[in-house]
C-alpha cells in the first residue's frame, strides 16, 4: 500500500436519487478512510449539464446523512479544496487538457455532429456497429493530427466548434493492480479517443475526475465496477501527466436477487423492495420511488445490510454497528462477482436492529408512526407496553400498529369467519360472568387475570377452546395475537371490560 495519507472520495453525478449501490460506494469509502485515520470526501460530478437533474444534489446529501455517512470535506460541508461541484470549477480544467495538446497526448477534433453520424452509418453499412474515434480511424478525420498547422490555428482563430480527444498510443498493453481485481490488463487498441474538454469548455467525467482526484489529493479510488472500463484510460492520463496515479478499487455490481443482471433503478418497485435509501419524486415525470426510510428501515440496519452486499467480516458475526464496521471492514477482502441482493436479509437487518432499540426510542419510532396514520398515541407506559409485546412479530416500527391496532383503539370489527365458528347462543353470558369476575382484579394484571379466568373455566365446566377464542374477540376482534390477558392489562380494566360488555351487546 502507498504510503500517501488516506483520501478517499464519494463522486456521484447528480442525475437522479442515489442507487443503494452508490451508497454502498460511498460506505466503503467512508469506512476505508475511518479506518485508515483519513479523510472522506464528498464530490458532485456535475459537468454532463443535460443530465442534471433538479434536487437530485440535495437527495444524495440527505441519503448520506440519515445513513450516518459524513463527509469530512466536500460539498455540504467545505474545505480547503472548494468549490466540490464540478461545474463550478470548469475554468480549472482547461489548462490542463491544454497541457495534454502541447505535450502531444490530446488533439482538437473539429467533426461536426452530422460528420461522425455519417463516419458511423457507413461503417454499420460496411459490417462495423462499433465504429469507434480511434488510433486508427482519426487519421481519416477533421483533427489537429491530419489537417494542417495553419488550417489548425485558421479553424481556432474563427472560432469554429471543436472537442478535445485524449490521444492514446497505439496497441500498447495499460496494466494496473485494481486492489479487489488483481492485476487489470487492457491493450489500447480496444480504447477509443474519448472526448476530454467538449465544444461548451466543460470538461467531460474523464478528465474532471483525473484532475479533482489529483487536486484533491486522492489517495485511493474506491468506486463501482462500471467505472473499471475507464480505468486505462484514467491511468494513461496519469502518466501523461506525470502525476502518481492513486490505488484503485473496483467494487462489485449490485445483483437482483435471481443474481440475473444488475439492479438496476427500474427493478425497484417491480420486484416490491426499494432500491433508494429515501423516497424520491422524479422531478422530470413525477413517479414516485420508495425509499428505506419510509419503509420503515433503521439507518443502521441499512448500512449493515449494506455493508455485507459484498463483503464479510469471515466468521459468523453479523450484526455490526457503524463504528464496529469502521474496525472490521477490509477492502481487500472485498468480492470479485457481484453480490445478490436479498431483501429478506435485508428485513432480517432491520428486526434485529429493531429489538435491540431502547424502549423509549422504539417507542417514539412507534408514536411517529401512529401520527403519520392519525391513530392518537397512547400515554408512554402503555406505547412501551405495546410494543414489548408486539416486537416479536415486528420488522418494521409500522408493524406494531398493523399487527396490534387492538392496542391503540377498540377493533373495528369482529373477525366474521371465527365469530361463526366460535359464537355461541351462551358466549354472551359467560363473558358477562367472566367480566365480573375481573371486575374484581386489583391490580388488573396478566396474571391475575389469567387465573380467574382458569378458575371460571373450571368452575363453569368450559374449555379453553370454547371461552378463550371469544375473550380474545372480545378484547382484540380477531384470535391471534399475543397472550390476551397481557393485552387486557394493558388496557386496563375500564377498557377492557367496556370491550366484553359491546360484544356482548353486538352479538
Ligand atoms: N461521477 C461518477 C459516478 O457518477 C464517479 C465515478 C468515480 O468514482 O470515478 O459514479
Redesign the pocket.
Given at each position: 500500500m502507498s504510503s500517501r495519507p488516506v483520501r478517499v472520495?464519494f463522486?456521484?453525478?447528480p442525475t437522479g436519487a442515489l442507487h443503494m449501490g452508490?451508497v454502498r460506494t460511498a460506505l466503503y469509502n467512508y469506512l476505508f478512510a475511518k479506518q485508515h485515520g483519513g479523510k472522506f470526501l464528498l464530490r458532485i460530478?456535475d459537468t454532463d449539464q443535460t443530465r442534471f437533474v433538479p434536487g437530485a444534489e440535495e437527495y444524495i446529501l440527505e441519503a448520506l446523512a440519515w445513513c450516518g455517512i459524513s463527509p469530512d470535506e466536500g460539498q455540504g460541508v467545505g474545505g480547503p479544496h472548494a468549490p466540490y461541484r464540478q461545474s463550478e470549477r470548469k475554468p480549472l480544467y482547461r489548462q490542463y487538457a491544454d497541457q495534454l495538446i502541447a505535450a502531444g497526448n490530446a488533439y482538437y477534433a473539429f467533426d461536426t455532429p452530422e460528420d461522425l453520424e455519417l463516419v458511423r452509418e457507413r461503417a454499420k453499412a460496411a459490417g462495423n456497429p462499433n465504429w469507434q474515434y480511434n488510433s486508427i480511424t482519426r487519421t481519416a478525420m477533421k483533427n489537429s493530427l491530419t489537417l494542417p498547422a495553419e488550417e489548425v490555428d485558421r479553424r481556432l482563430a474563427a472560432g469554429e466548434p471543436y472537442v478535445i480527444r485524449v490521444k492514446l498510443p497505439r496497441n500498447e498493453e495499460v496494466k494496473f493492480q485494481d486492489r479487489i481485481r488483481s492485476w487489470v490488463s487492457v491493450n489500447t487498441l480496444n480504447l477509443d479517443d474519448k472526448v476530454l474538454l467538449k465544444g461548451d469548455g466543460m470538461p467531460t467525467?474523464h478528465l474532471a475526475?483525473v484532475v479533482d482526484d489529483r487536486l484533491m489529493d486522492i489517495s485511493h479510488?474506491i468506486?463501482?465496477e462500471e467505472?473499471l472500463p475507464s480505468a486505462p484510460l484514467h491511468i494513461l492520463l496519469y502518466r501523461f501527466f506525470d502525476w502518481e496515479a492513486p490505488e484503485f478499487a473496483h467494487l462489485p455490481l449490485l445483483l437482483r436477487p435471481d443474481g440475473n443482471g444488475k439492479l438496476s433503478k427500474r427493478d425497484g418497485d417491480r420486484l416490491g423492495f426499494p432500491v433508494f435509501p429515501l423516497r424520491w419524486v422524479s422531478p422530470e415525470t413525477g413517479e414516485v420511488s420508495s425509499g428505506y426510510r419510509e419503509r420503515g428501515f433503521l439507518p443502521e440496519a441499512f448500512t449493515n445490510m449494506l455493508a455485507f452486499l459484498g463483503w464479510n467480516p469471515g466468521d459468523n458475526r453479523e450484526l455490526f454497528s457503524l463504528a464496529e464496521l469502521v474496525d472490521a471492514f477490509n477492502l481487500d477482502k472485498v468480492h470479485k462477482a457481484g453480490a445478490r441482493f436479498d431483501f429478506e436479509k435485508a428485513k432480517w437487518f432491520n428486526q434485529q436492529f429493531l429489538r435491540a432499540l431502547p424502549a423509549a426510542e422504539l417507542a417514539q419510532k412507534v408514536a411517529a408512526d401512529l401520527t403519520r396514520r392519525g391513530v392518537a398515541v397512547p400515554a408512554p407506559h402503555v406505547l412501551e407496553g405495546a410494543c414489548s409485546l408486539l416486537l416479536d412479530r415486528a420488522v418494521f416500527p409500522q408493524d406494531v400498529y398493523e399487527n396490534g391496532p387492538y392496542l391503540f383503539h377498540t377493533p373495528q370489527g369482529y373477525d366474521p369467519e371465527m365469530m361463526g365458528k366460535k359464537w355461541t347462543d351462551t358466549s354472551a353470558e359467560h363473558l358477562r360472568a367472566l367480566a365480573q369476575r375481573f371486575a374484581t382484579v386489583e391490580p388488573f394484571a396478566a396474571e391475575a387475570l389469567e387465573s380467574n379466568f382458569k378458575s371460571y373455566l373450571a368452575e363453569s365446566g368450559q374449555g379453553f377452546g370454547q371461552l378463550g377464542p371469544v375473550l380474545r374477540l372480545a378484547i382484540t376482534g380477531v384470535t391471534v395475537g399475543p397472550s390476551v390477558f397481557e393485552t387486557m392489562g394493558l388496557l386496563g380494566k375500564t377498557e377492557s371490560l367496556e370491550r366484553i360488555e359491546s360484544i356482548c351487546r353486538a352479538h
Open positions: 472520495r463522486a456521484p453525478s452508490g460530478e467525467y475526475n479510488v468506486r463501482g467505472w
